[in-house]
């Protein structure tokens, strides 16, 4: 009994204070009382490890990833050639958008209030943004519009960040099923179906393997695709589906499953909210500095100045091709030989 008494004294002694843990986290079935390990982070931010999982507190909201997730994400973040599913649970601190909005990170500001391709996506990737900056300690290393491709016309990556010397692109999207009554469409219905999920996964990533193949201004061995869900079933179903995608599909990314439950501007955000779509440019449209080195680099542009666009001039004396049969050509023609 003197014994079970000491080790009830040393537990008390070694307990930490109450006050010594940031208050309303938010995070469900959480006694902050009974946490052993805590970190505190730049930011305002602080890691917690309790109950098989790593909690992460920040100004605008509460993260929680299984503890052996956390360690699986920050490796296979840096693994190349390996791909994997993670789990993970957001809670927004504050009832709206507009309050957690000031809180932001400012790289997730930035991503937010930077324009982008267009489409209803500028909370779920600030809130990516967020996510990624407070459980991987990434950084923002170019927006949407700052990623280059070639062609241009393909998939998008929604940002690259930094984590640990490594870049990263990042693809985010939002899993929800529409309902089939018109008058509905724009609610996602409770569950989504195998099908769906797997239909998700399967166009979202093969979008980053070909995204990862076109972009020429960051270069990136691994992308994350961050999925948003509204629901533990949800959740469920995109792991399933994950499971059941080829290494041909999955390929070398990084898929981060977050649920969230109290944000619904997350999932009912609309494209014209703060509509900054890109306008497209005009297929086969040159500008004027395009048009000064294609006359630069055109071989019969000497011989312009013999016939001023005469159509029977004989270009190819005038080139200096001395063993050249003669033809006439008209001005935007090639010299036959």
Same mark, same amino acid.
């Given at each position: 009994s003197v014994a079970r008494r000491s080790r009830r004294d040393s537990a008390r002694r070694m307990a930490p204070r109450s006050n010594a843990v940031p208050q309303s986290t938010d995070i469900k079935c959480m006694s902050l009382h009974t946490i052993p390990v805590q970190r505190q982070m730049s930011g305002g931010a602080a890691i917690?490890?309790?109950?098989?999982?790593?909690?992460?507190?920040?100004?605008?909201?509460?993260?929680?990833?299984?503890?052996?997730?956390?360690?699986?994400?920050?490796?296979?973040?840096? +693994?190349?050639?390996? $791909?994997?599913?993670?789990?993970? @649970?957001?809670? &927004? %601190?504050?009832?709206?958008?507009?309050? !957690?909005?000031?809180?932001?990170?400012?790289?997730?500001?930035?991503?937010?209030?930077?324009?982008?391709?267009?489409? +209803?996506?500028?909370? $779920?990737?600030?809130?990516?943004? @967020?996510?990624? &900056? %407070?459980?991987?300690?990434?950084?923002? !290393?170019?927006?949407?519009?700052?990623?280059?491709?070639?062609?241009?016309n393909g998939p998008m990556t929604d940002f690259a960040i930094e984590a640990r010397g490594v870049v990263l692109g990042v693809s985010v999207t939002r899993a929800f099923a529409f309902r089939s009554d018109k008058d509905a469409t724009a609610t996602p219905s409770a569950v989504m179906s195998a099908e769906q999920a797997e239909a998700l996964l399967r166009k979202k990533l093969n979008g980053v393997i070909q995204s990862s193949s076109t972009c020429y201004s960051e270069k990136w061995q691994k992308q994350v695709l961050h999925v948003w869900a509204s629901s533990a079933a949800d959740v469920s179903a995109l792991q399933r589906a994950f499971e059941l995608l080829g290494p041909e599909v999955a390929s070398n990314s990084l898929v981060l499953i977050t649920l969230c439950c109290n944000l619904p501007e997350l999932f009912s955000e609309k494209g014209s909210a703060r509509g900054s779509r890109r306008t497209a440019a005009v297929k086969g449209l040159k500008d004027d500095e395009h048009i000064r080195i294609l006359e630069q680099s055109d071989p019969v542009r000497r011989s312009r100045g013999h016939f001023n666009g005469d159509c029977g001039a004989d270009v190819a004396t005038a080139v200096g091709f001395s063993h050249c049969q003669t033809v006439r050509v008209c001005q935007d023609d090639w010299i036959i030989p």
């Open positions: 917690l490890g309790a109950f098989g999982c790593t909690f992460v507190l920040a100004p605008a909201c509460s993260i929680r990833v299984p503890a052996e997730d956390s360690v699986l994400l920050h490796a296979f973040a840096q +693994a190349n050639e390996l $791909s994997i599913v993670i789990e993970s @649970e957001f809670q &927004a %601190r504050g009832d709206c958008w507009e309050m !957690v909005r000031p809180k932001l990170s400012a790289d997730a500001s930035r991503v937010y209030d930077e324009d982008n391709a267009g489409g +209803a996506s500028r909370i $779920s990737e600030a809130l990516s943004m @967020e996510v990624l &900056a %407070r459980v991987l300690g990434a950084h923002l !290393v170019s927006t949407e519009l700052e990623l280059s491709y070639w062609p241009a």
